[in-house]
T-cell receptor, first 115, second 113 residues
């Protein structure tokens, strides 16, 4: 049973560039959430995708966008990178089928460094 | 929106002692409270969770308690071991909705041998 996977593991970009991060959900899961974890802080919700649509969004600017594919995998895109975008980006997946089935499982994350 | 506060930010205990981490939440609609353990450079891993229809849940050396009236929940680790050393995060969620997990700021637990 494959867990949540993310690629790449590490990424170094310069200010103003654009980046795409990828996530494959746990087998059987159909909902993907993205979180940003700055050093020494808890994960902050970016957005969630279900049925190829953004279902909910946290307090992040429009520079952050995403996509979900028919196979439930997802991408996170960040445009016009800022130094403050340096963080660990985590993907979490779940298969929601009613109360009690919404446990989120996290991937290993992508460490983004913006210089 | 939901706000989760977590205390303490750092906690050092002697091996074999107990550790307690406390969280409070603001949204009374929250009804699902997971705890995650994150070792350095690794993904957050779910260690235990509790739903608002129960007051306590235990899994071996780990237990979680929930006080809905006071809107706080706690993680208890007994007989701590060096491998328990990690950052622990609490989170709150409204089950049955599309809303996100809201995390606390984390507790760095160090178990001294």
């Amino acid at each position: 049973d494959a867990g949540v996977t993310q690629s790449p593991t590490h990424l170094i970009k310069t200010r103003g560039q654009q980046v795409t991060l990828r996530c494959s959900p746990k087998s059987g899961h159909d909902t993907v959430s993205w979180y940003q974890q700055a050093l020494g802080q808890g994960p902050q919700f970016i957005f969630q995708y279900y049925e190829e649509e953004e279902r909910q969004r946290g307090n992040f600017p429009d520079r952050f966008s995403g996509h979900q594919f028919p196979n439930y995998s997802s991408e996170l895109n960040v445009n016009a990178l800022l130094l403050g975008d340096s963080a660990l980006y985590l993907c979490a997946s779940t298969l929601y089928r009613g109360p009690g089935t919404d446990t989120q499982y996290f991937g290993p994350g992508t460490r983004l460094t913006v210089l | 929106g939901e706000n989760v506060e977590q205390h303490p930010s750092t906690l050092s205990v002697q091996e074999g002692d107990s550790a307690v981490i406390k969280c409070t939440y603001s949204d009374s609609a929250s009804n699902y409270f997971p705890w995650y353990k994150q070792e350095l450079g690794k993904r957050p891993q779910l260690i235990i969770d509790i739903r608002s229809n129960v007051g306590e849940k235990k899994d071996q050396r780990i237990a979680v308690t929930l006080n809905k009236t006071a809107k706080h929940f706690s993680l208890h680790i007994t007989e701590t071991q060096p491998e328990d050393s990690a950052v622990y995060f609490c989170a709150a969620h409204i089950s049955g909705s599309a809303r996100q997990l809201t995390f606390g700021s984390g507790t760095q637990l160090t178990v001294l041998p």
